[in-house]
């Protein structure tokens, strides 16, 4: 799970160095930061774009052919309930 805020996340990759990896993901706010190839042992690092729901989301991305789920908490900055202003008696 990573903060709605949006940031980096960075995975290991162990593998012999003869082996070819990809990294590779279909969600558009989730930005590969390192090259989309590699061999042998490396990192892939993966940059979330801020989300501003006040739902989670999730994205995938797929690692030397494993795929991983990424989950993105909801934002706490709005409220949770918009049909009530704050200046009305009854929000609190």
Do not use: K
């Not at 990192?43 to 989301?57: D, E, H, M």
């Not at 690692?63 to 706490?76: C, K």
């Amino acid at each position: 799970t990573l903060p709605a805020t949006g940031g980096a996340t960075t995975f290991l990759v162990n593998a012999p160095f003869f082996c070819p990896w990809t990294v590779s993901t279909p969600n558009p706010w989730i930005a590969i930061a390192t090259p989309a190839s590699a061999t042998g042992n490396g990192s892939a690092t993966f940059v979330l774009a801020p989300w501003t729901s006040t739902l989670p989301r999730a994205g995938s991305v797929t690692l030397a052919g494993q795929r991983y789920v990424l989950v993105q908490r909801a934002s706490t900055d709005q409220p949770f309930f918009t049909d009530v202003p704050p200046t009305h008696p009854f929000f609190d």
